[in-house]
């Protein structure tokens, strides 16, 4: 099984040290051909904007939103979850829009827009986890067919829909790796 990192700006490289210490294969994925070596995606944090457009230009945003419709696992984290949204709050940004969600982007506003906390998701972890926030998305609205993992502050943070999983913060960035190992599993 490999798992394919969307490559091209943000913290790629942490996910896949993440899956390297799960013994996993990874895969960086730039360009549509790439997208058939892998069985699995993660579209990482970092800047929505410049993803969007490079992915755009390439023709992968058409190529990955195929792969991902047609039951693809994949995940997304902080910036990648903006991009598996149907719908930006007040924001012109091309999304894959996978997932029946609307996100607003850097929603904490400057003060409050990077925190770490600890918290209990028991999908996740029997433990309790460390969730990083770096000028953080959260989901403002969700369909009934998504799962709502984890609220933080009154806000969605985390989702599930089919084999898509989504998260607000940055779990490669801890050495934590039970939400990619969560992620396999989906
Ligand atoms: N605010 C960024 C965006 O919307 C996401 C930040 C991140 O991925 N850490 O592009």
């Known amino acids: 099984m490999t798992v394919g990192i969307i490559a091209i700006q943000g913290a790629f490289l942490e996910h896949a040290h993440t899956l390297e210490k799960l013994g996993i294969k990874t895969l960086w994925v730039k360009e549509p051909a790439d997208l058939k070596h892998i069985d699995r995606c993660i579209i990482p944090g970092g800047e929505s904007t410049a993803i969007s457009k490079q992915m755009c230009e390439s023709g992968l945003m058409q190529a990955l939103k195929k792969r991902i419709e047609e039951g693809m696992p994949t995940m997304g984290t ?109």
């Open 78 to 186: 902080c910036a990648g979850l903006v991009l598996m949204a149907k719908s930006v709050d007040k924001d012109p940004l091309i999304t894959l829009g996978v997932m029946d969600i609307q996100v607003k982007r850097n929603a904490y506003g400057r003060q409050l827009g990077s925190f770490s906390t600890r918290a209990s998701l028991p999908l996740i972890s029997q433990n309790q986890v460390e969730l990083i926030f770096i000028r953080a998305p959260y989901i403002q609205k969700v369909e009934p067919s998504v799962q709502i993992i984890h609220v933080h502050e009154s806000r969605i943070v985390a989702v599930l829909q089919n084999r898509m999983f989504a998260v607000a913060f940055h779990p490669e960035l801890t050495e934590q790796t039970c939400f990619h190992e969560y992620f396999l599993t989906i």
